[in-house]
């Protein structure tokens, strides 16, 4: 069993940047891969990116991709995503997943993960 908790989010100005961190519980996180993902009002959860259990691959969605960054210190049990040059349309309830199937890469689809965080809030203002 994995406990995620994410922290970091906030009410930032467009163009601004914010880092998210997702603590793990557990003493086989880094054999884990993570992902982020976020909810906008009104719309499906979607993919934001994914980072491998090894640390050396990452995916993102096309709309971040440029502007955010991945990141896990295993030995923190802790997944981060910075996020650089927020806009408006990032406003989104922001989670940490962790894949149950150990060792594995990065996935952009949500149903891989097993566990999920409660969220953490991001609201960019125009």
């Known amino acids: 069993q994995v406990h995620l908790v994410e922290s970091g989010g906030g009410l930032v100005q467009a163009g601004d940047s914010l880092r998210l961190s997702c603590a793990a519980s557990?003493?086989?996180?880094?054999?884990?891969?993570m992902g982020w993902f976020r909810q906008a009002p009104g719309k499906e959860r979607e993919f934001v990116s994914t980072?491998?259990?090894?640390?050396?691959?990452?995916l993102y969605a096309d709309s971040v991709k440029g502007r955010f960054s991945i990141s896990r210190d295993n030995a923190k049990n802790t997944v981060y995503l910075h996020m650089n040059s927020l806009k408006p349309e990032d406003t989104a309830l922001y989670y940490c997943?962790?894949?149950?199937?150990?060792?594995?890469?990065?996935?952009?689809?949500?149903?891989?993960?097993?566990?999920w965080g409660q969220g953490t809030q991001v609201t960019v203002s125009s």
């Open positions: 997943a962790a894949r149950g199937q150990r060792f594995s890469s990065g996935s952009y689809y949500s149903y891989d993960y097993d566990y």
């Open positions: 557990g003493r086989t996180f880094s054999t884990y891969a």
């Open positions: 980072i491998s259990w090894s640390g050396d691959s990452t």
